[in-house]
């Protein structure tokens, strides 16, 4: 017995496997007119132990065989060369007696292999080590690693080496041992996650060139070259989605946050089209759940391009996937013009939209701008409603602009100082055309008040004239036409190259089963796969790696499952927005894990993987915020743009409704919460608040024509859901918050449930969570809607109270208007503020003035800094403020204390709440020689403490000879935060 190879020698060589002596005779019998001498060989590439048993498997151990890059050597039964130099036979092991061509360029044959002894060391590939080795065998420049699970990995002899067991407990070995442990206790519905388990097992060997190993072993991002040939924009182009575009395709680790209605899909789409059509590369589109991958695939065939994308993943989506197998609907997409051509033009239209698209975002800025000048003006006019302003004459012999009147008030305000005052006089003269001195002497507070709200008018003219020439200008060089002929030659070539590829092809033919088999030939028809990140491995052969791997939704995606999609890619580019909810991951399995703690970075408790990927690269990486939106209506998107998004976001929804885009409905007094503890449904619930809802707003948005099915109710209690669903229409669309994010709804209506009950109390954090607002928020598409208790939350310096707060400023609710104090005019001061500091440093000269400008210039940096600080981002101040801009009503005054008022009485500095403008705290800042030596002064500190007594607003004072200044006013800011 032996195994065998035979050769004929009759015109040309002919080689069959056999073993034994009887398939030798039966071989024979076949090939009785082949005449000639046989000889019989002993095959180099068979185990003895497998032709014993009747098969024949190549052995793995001396033989490595490749197609397509791809280890195919166990399925192999033979090979042989064809009759062109450029050609091989293969058989496969289903089907021995028939062979395949393929061209010699696809297949690789390795022969002569040497074994690596590895008896005490470890296997080290890229850095990182592979568990359970059993030992190694190099085949030229390629090794192939047997595992104890009977399964293989093909990887570049450089990457592998026998390293010593020291090197196996390196940082990312630690991290790979920490993940594994914790994969073993995760669940699914309360049972252990089998299918995860099974995924990360194969994590035992992980490719040197994926993405996961630089991001394990902090590695440089590569930087990938970029060519001169212009990107497409099929799916249309704004400024920040191009920069992302391109900043994706240049990294081997780019980030791309989205904030809600960023067009976050639209981006993916233009990436995929750049990447898989017009760079020929392989992706995988993935996320934690199917909703966000089935939003890609929905927008891909509603533009007629889902053939290009397969939905794998789970079996169930696979084996509907292939049930259906797409055709290639591409006749009529041929262009008649030269690619080269198109791209010029694409190219030429880049160009000229390049400073238009910007000038589209900076309209958007104006009208936000000109928004937020008239809701302020509205507050300026309604708490001077009573001043006579009208019948006040001219005081300038010449025009003024919003930016000099800042700059008369600015200097005006140092005339108070006798040092400077006849020098001021004169500058006030010459600079402003003012010559008025007696009547502003006479009525300095009548007179300040007149050009505050002369800035407004003249600040709105100013923002309008800009935005009308913006649009002029866009009108004049036909924006939306230059826009319109890009999309539509990126469409052309890309449909072109389309049609290029899928002309001539045929239906896939593949099965769920056999796909990975011929996966060159799947990939090919369907460059586009799409995944959860939990089932990815499952969907591709071993060892193959995704061109670019796009991970969606990566602020819910766990690092266990995102390991896994990492683990299959060669780049990856993560969209996400940390501002939105994380993943949900269960922490009782803390106290289950037997590894030690690992770098903050890739904890698996408290960091999704996008926050991972930042904490790990922090500035190093990529990263492009998708700054323009198109979901709501400024009004809406104005609260999540100033708590969660340093104002960053750019409105560019059009405004067609004139109902206020923001609504705030209080429950009448009362506790009206329930816990519910027994029986098939717990939870906390609130009937009053869905009442309102039915009784009041649905039957108001009903009056206004607007379709039950438009309108969405959100709950953090999945209880309230519950109760809501048993009483509310059943068009309208119920559900959690969490459950709502990656959705959006015309009208939106968010229920608190909580009072003020201690249970109410205790429930505020998670009620208050900033990713669970911003999420509620942000799904409104025309009207936002918050039910909830009359008082809980009114004092909260937290998310729902901010939210509170920005309500009532926006809509001049009676909790504003009524106050004994008046919102600051914040961007009134806000330029105010900053002239003062300009001419205040100009000041320091003086000797009479520099030490309290130097005390007050120091506070100022202190408060800067103070409230860059999470806990205290809730508030903002200003410098300099007018008493009289502050308290409403002087009538609760001394005849000494509204004379005082309406000389020049200012405090130095003012904190107020940054969404209400409602000022919290004073602080004066007092020199000790201009203090204490001057009994005027004192006079005049005295009033005004009598007068913040009055109206119980606080007041700190800083002495310039004191110390710990800092402290003092963290300690009142604290104070203020807890109520």
């Given at each position: 017995m032996g195994f065998l190879r035979v050769r004929c020698r009759h015109g040309r060589d002919a080689t069959a496997l056999v073993y034994g002596e009887k398939e030798k005779n039966r071989w024979r019998e076949r090939n009785q007119d082949n005449k000639g001498e046989y000889s019989w060989i002993q095959h180099p590439v068979f185990s003895l132990e497998s032709?014993?048993?009747?098969?024949?498997?190549?052995?793995?151990?001396?033989?490595?065989?490749?197609?397509?890059?791809?280890?195919k050597t166990k399925e192999i039964a033979d090979y042989s060369f064809g009759e062109k130099e450029d050609v091989i036979h293969i058989y496969f092991m289903r089907r021995r007696d028939q062979f395949y061509r393929y061209k010699k360029n696809r297949v690789v044959i390795k022969t002569s292999p040497r074994p690596l002894t590895i008896t005490h060391g470890v296997v080290l590939c890229g850095g990182l080590p592979l568990r359970n080795v059993q030992e190694v065998v190099q085949f030229e420049d390629l090794c192939k690693v047997f595992f104890d699970n009977q399964q293989t990995g093909i990887y570049k002899s450089s990457a592998i080496r026998v390293g010593t067991a020291e090197e196996a407990h390196n940082q990312a070995a630690q991290v790979l041992d920490y993940w594994h442990d914790n994969v073993q206790y995760t669940t699914t519905e309360g049972k252990p996650d089998l299918f995860l388990q099974k995924q990360f097992s194969r994590l035992h060997r992980i490719h040197p060139d994926s993405v996961l190993v630089t991001y394990l072993r902090r590695a440089p991002i590569a930087k990938a070259e970029r060519n001169a040939i212009a990107d497409i924009y099929p799916f249309r182009i704004n400024v920040s989605q191009k920069e992302a575009l391109e900043q994706a395709l240049a990294s081997q680790i780019s980030?791309?946050?989205?904030?809600?209605?960023?067009?976050?899909?639209?981006?993916?789409?233009?990436?995929?089209?750049?990447?898989?059509?017009?760079?020929?590369?392989?992706?995988?589109?993935?996320?934690?759940?199917?909703?966000?991958?089935?939003?890609?695939?929905?927008?891909?065939q509603k533009h007629g391009y889902g053939f290009i994308a397969a939905t794998l993943g789970n079996k169930d989506n696979r084996e509907a996937f292939f049930q259906s197998l797409p055709e290639y609907p591409v006749a009529g997409w041929?262009?008649?013009?030269?690619?080269?051509?198109?791209?010029?033009?694409?190219?030429?239209?880049?160009?000229?939209?390049k400073e238009l698209l910007t000038l589209v975002n900076r309209k958007a800025k104006l009208e936000q701008e000109i928004e937020a000048y008239r809701l302020e003006q509205k507050h300026f006019l309604f708490h001077h409603e009573k001043h006579n302003l009208e019948e006040m004459g001219r005081i300038f012999y010449r025009r003024q602009t919003a930016d000099t009147i800042i700059a008369f008030l600015a200097d005006e305000y140092f005339t108070g100082d006798r040092s400077f005052r006849f020098l001021q006089k004169a500058k006030l003269l010459f600079k402003y055309g003012f010559v008025h001195f007696q009547k502003w002497k006479e009525n300095r507070l009548e007179w300040i008040t007149r050009l505050q709200m002369k800035y407004y008018e003249l600040k709105l003219e100013e923002l309008e004239k800009e935005r009308s020439g913006i649009q002029q200008k866009l009108e004049t060089q036909s924006f939306d036409e230059l826009l319109r002929q890009h999309e539509a030659y990126s469409t052309t070539l890309f449909r072109h190259k389309l049609y290029e590829k899928y002309k001539a092809k045929r239906k896939y033919s593949g099965t769920a089963k056999s796909y990975q088999g011929d996966w060159k030939e799947f990939i090919e028809h369907f460059p586009i796969v799409l995944s959860t990140t939990h089932a990815l491995r499952s969907c591709i052969p071993d060892d193959y790696l995704f061109d670019y791997v796009m991970i969606d939704e990566a602020s819910q995606v766990d690092l266990l499952t995102g390991a896994l999609a990492m683990s299959c890619a060669k780049n990856v580019i993560i969209v996400g927005d940390t501002k939105q909810l994380p993943q949900i991951v269960d922490k009782d399995i803390?106290?289950?894990?037997?590894?030690?703690?690992?770098?903050?970075?890739?904890?698996?408790?408290?960091?999704?993987?996008?926050?991972?990927?930042?904490a790990v690269y922090g500035e190093k990486v990529p990263k492009t915020m998708l700054k323009e939106h198109y979901r709501c209506r400024r009004g809406i998107i104005g609260f999540c743009n100033q708590q969660y998004y340093n104002n960053e976001l750019i409105p560019l929804k059009v405004e067609e409704t004139a109902e206020p885009p923001i609504r705030l409905h209080y429950t009448a007094a009362g506790n009206h919460m329930r816990k519910v503890t027994r029986g098939a449904q717990t939870g906390t619930c609130n009937q009053r608040e869905i009442e309102t809802v039915k009784e009041e707003i649905l039957k108001e948005l009903q009056l206004q024509n607007i379709p039950l099915e438009d309108i969405g109710f959100a709950t953090p209690y999945r209880l309230q859901v519950e109760e809501a669903n048993g009483i509310?229409?059943?068009?309208?669309?119920?559900?959690?918050?969490?459950?709502?994010?990656?959705?959006?709804?015309?009208?939106?209506?968010?229920?608190?449930?909580l009072d003020q009950t201690r249970a109410g109390q205790m429930g505020k954090r998670f009620v208050e969570d900033s990713c669970l607002v911003n999420v509620a928020v942000s799904r409104a598409q025309e009207q936002f809607i918050l039910v909830t208790d009359h008082a809980l939350f009114r004092k909260s310096r937290k998310d729902i109270g901010n939210l509170i707060r920005y309500i009532?400023?926006?809509?001049?609710?009676?909790?504003?208007t009524q106050s004994q104090l008046i919102s600051v005019f914040d961007l009134l001061y806000s330029e105010y503020s900053e002239r003062l500091r300009d001419l205040q440093s100009r000041l320091l000269f003086n000797t009479k003035l520099k030490s309290r400008?130097?005390?007050?210039?120091?506070?100022?940096?202190?408060?800067?800094?103070?409230?860059?600080?999470?806990?205290?981002?809730?508030?903002?101040?200003?410098?300099?403020?007018?008493?009289?801009?502050?308290?409403k009503d002087t009538e609760p005054l001394s005849d000494a204390e509204q004379k005082y008022v309406k000389n020049r009485a200012s405090f130095d500095f003012v904190i107020y709440d940054v969404m209400n403008k409602q000022p919290l705290l004073a602080i004066e800042v007092d020199g000790f020689a201009f203090h204490r030596n001057h009994p005027q002064q004192q006079e005049r500190d005295e009033l005004k403490n009598n007068i913040c007594r009055k109206y119980?607003?606080?007041?700190?004072?800083?002495?310039?000879?004191?110390?710990?200044?800092?402290?003092?006013?963290r300690n009142e800011l604290d104070r203020l935060i807890s109520g």
């Open positions: 032709m014993e048993k009747g098969t024949k498997v190549m052995d793995e151990r001396k033989v490595l065989i490749l197609i397509d890059q791809i280890d980030i791309i946050e989205g904030p809600p209605g960023t067009g976050k899909t639209q981006t993916i789409l233009n990436i995929l089209a750049n990447l898989v059509v017009m760079k020929k590369k392989s992706v995988a589109v993935v996320s934690g759940n199917n909703a966000a991958v089935q939003n890609v695939k929905d927008k891909l041929q262009s008649n013009r030269q690619e080269d051509e198109i791209l010029d033009q694409i190219l030429k239209l880049s160009e000229q939209l803390k106290a289950k894990l037997k590894t030690e703690a690992v770098d903050e970075a890739y904890d698996y408790f408290n960091q999704s993987l996008l926050s991972s990927m930042l509310l229409a059943e068009q309208v669309e119920i559900d959690t918050v969490h459950r709502y994010q990656g959705r959006e709804k015309r009208i939106m209506i968010l229920s608190t449930v009532e400023y926006s809509t001049l609710h009676e909790n504003i400008f130097q005390s007050e210039k120091i506070i100022e940096l202190v408060l800067s800094d103070l409230l860059k600080e999470d806990a205290y981002k809730c508030f903002t101040f200003c410098t300099h403020v007018h008493l009289k801009d502050i308290f119980q607003f606080p007041l700190l004072r800083l002495p310039t000879t004191g110390s710990g200044e800092e402290a003092k006013i």
